[in-house]
Every structure is written in structure tokens, then in C-alpha cells.
């Protein structure tokens, strides 16, 4: 009788989440540096500046306590220097749109993409090398502002619209070294080409290295 293995059994891959067809994302080439002198600056006049932005906004339709939400947080960045350190979830999520508006006002962009189904990039975090997965999750998934955090780390993907990732100019260098290291070597036998998408990416981050500028994700 053939005697039953007792090695553990391989676990499936996780499959990708499941992303309405409505989510998109683009991709932009900037100067973070527009947005980081905000962080700190204490500069109250920019304060007022920014505030009268976010109020503003008609299309965001605040209610009046989430705008007190909101000025407290402009105020905590512009004059502590703090950004999603110390913050709940609900908070977290009020400071990235808070970010996004200053971003959109106050940082040059230049495209370097369409619009694209985020459903349609999500797969790259498995087609990718291990060694660049990590820079391709903070696009697609998100960053936090000065640090490494995720935005959208699970649950679904609308409960955090909109959002953005970035790479910084080195990162988005290690991400094509990252991307062409997994190229054969001389001799060996050819990997499977990679997708259009993902030489996209590629190409996207080659592009932000070689002009010294960083590469921003919006997901909305």
C-alpha cells in the first residue's frame, strides 16, 4: 500500500483582489519635492492658502465635520511636521485626500500614461520578480507619504478611493534594475517574455530615473 506523504501540501497563490472595472489608475512624472516643503514649513499664510483650497472643492462635498477633521490635519502638517504617524484609520484617510488636493494644485505633472484599469496591473505583483514587487505594490496599492505604508493594505479597494503611490527617483532606478535582472543570463534558457504592461512599468521608472524625477500613482 502506498504510503501517504507527510510533507505539507504547496498552498495556492493568493489571487489577486477582486477591483470594479471603474477603478483606474495613471501614472505621472513630478518633483515630490513641490509637496514635501509643505510638511513642516509653518508657514501659516500657506495654511490659509491651502484651507481655502480644500473648502473650496465642491466636488469632494465635506460635511462640516469632516473639514474640522481636515483643518486639524492641515495644521498638523504645515506646523508639526507629522504626517500618518500616531493617526487611526479614519484619519489616515482624511490626510491622503488632504494631500492629493495639495498635490493636484501645487505640483507640476507630466503624464506618462492613460488611464488604465487598475484590475489589469494588479497581476503584474505575481508575473514581477520578487525584487520588484515591493516598488510595484506601492504604486498600485499605495504609499503613505514619507514613509513605507500601504493605503489600501486589504478589504476593498473603494473603501479607501481615492489615493496615490510614489516612487522616488533611486527607487524607481532599483525597480528597473530590479525588472532587467531578471533577464537570463548568456547561455540560459530564455524566461517567458515579460507583458506589455509590465514593460511599461519599466519603462515608466526608466524614464523618472534617467531625468532625476519621481514617479507618482493616482488611483481613483
Known amino acids: 500500500m502506498r504510503q501517504r506523504s507527510t510533507s505539507p501540501r504547496p498552498q495556492p497563490r493568493p489571487r489577486a483582489p477582486s477591483v470594479p472595472a471603474d477603478v483606474h489608475i495613471v501614472f505621472y512624472s513630478v518633483d515630490l519635492t513641490d509637496l514635501l516643503d509643505w510638511i513642516g514649513c509653518a508657514d501659516s499664510e500657506r495654511e490659509r492658502e491651502a484651507w481655502a483650497l480644500v473648502q473650496a472643492d465642491e466636488d469632494s462635498d ?9 483643518q486639524k490635519l492641515l495644521h498638523r502638517v504645515i506646523h508639526e511636521g507629522k504626517l500618518y504617524d500616531g493617526l487611526g484609520p479614519d484619519e489616515r484617510y482624511y490626510l491622503t485626500q488632504l494631500l492629493m488636493d ?16 487598475l484590475s489589469e496591473l494588479l497581476p503584474l505583483l505575481d508575473e514581477a520578480p520578487p525584487a520588484a514587487r515591493p516598488a510595484l505594490t506601492w504604486l498600485l496599492r499605495g504609499r503613505q507619504l514619507g514613509g513605507d505604508g500601504l493605503i489600501w493594505e486589504d478589504g476593498k479597494v473603494e473603501d479607501v478611493l481615492a489615493y496615490t503611490g510614489y516612487l522616488t527617483t533611486a527607487e524607481a532606478a532599483s525597480l528597473v534594475q530590479a525588472l532587467d535582472g531578471g533577464k537570463p543570463a548568456s547561455g540560459a534558457r530564455p524566461a517567458r517574455k515579460p507583458s506589455r504592461a509590465l514593460r511599461g512599468m519599466r519603462d515608466m521608472a526608466a524614464l523618472c530615473a534617467e531625468s532625476g524625477s519621481d514617479l507618482v500613482s493616482f488611483i481613483g
Open 102 to 117: 495639495l498635490f493636484d494644485e501645487y505640483v507640476d505633472q507630466e503624464h506618462l500614461s492613460e488611464d488604465l484599469p
Open 62 to 70: 465635506w460635511e462640516p465635520e469632516e473639514l474640522e477633521v481636515l
